[in-house]
């Protein structure tokens, strides 16, 4: 069973920058797809970047192209989200993902559907 653990959330001012990282103390090499989600209140949850293991290749929401970077490290045990240039519309829960599926197309990589386990959650505040 798949275990992910995010941490690295907090509260930060519009424009500054936060790291989350999500681990796995088992083997999660097996996973080819992994991904950040985000849910703030009374919203649904929403993809925000994506990352295939084996490649490399990454995939992100035009709403944070250009100022969120996905990343993992080369064990491939934890994955990151760098966040530079914070918004306020940025304030949510964030959530990291892993998907068993074998072969998935870019546009379905941000839909949280595809994707089987979850983290508990770590918090993003930014305020203006």
């Known amino acids: 069973q798949v275990q992910l653990v995010e941490s690295g959330g907090g509260s930060v001012q519009a424009g500054g920058s936060l790291r989350l990282s999500c681990g796995d103390p088992?083997?999660?090499?097996?996973?080819?797809?992994m991904g950040w989600f985000r849910q703030a209140p009374g919203k649904e949850r929403e993809g925000v970047a994506a990352?295939?293991?084996?490649?490399?290749?990454?995939f992100y929401a035009d709403s944070v192209k250009g100022r969120f970077t996905i990343s993992q490290d080369n064990s491939k045990k934890t994955l990151y989200l760098q966040m530079n240039s914070l918004k306020p519309d940025d304030t949510a829960m964030y959530y990291c993902?892993?998907?068993?599926?074998?072969?998935?197309?870019?546009?379905?990589?941000?839909?949280?559907?595809?994707?089987?386990?979850w983290g508990q959650g770590t918090q993003v505040t930014v305020s203006s």
């Open positions: 993902a892993a998907s068993l599926r074998l072969t998935m197309w870019s546009s379905e990589q941000l839909n949280s559907r595809n994707y089987n386990y």
């Open positions: 990352i295939t293991t084996r490649t490399g290749a990454t």
């Open positions: 088992k083997d999660t090499k097996n996973l080819l797809y």
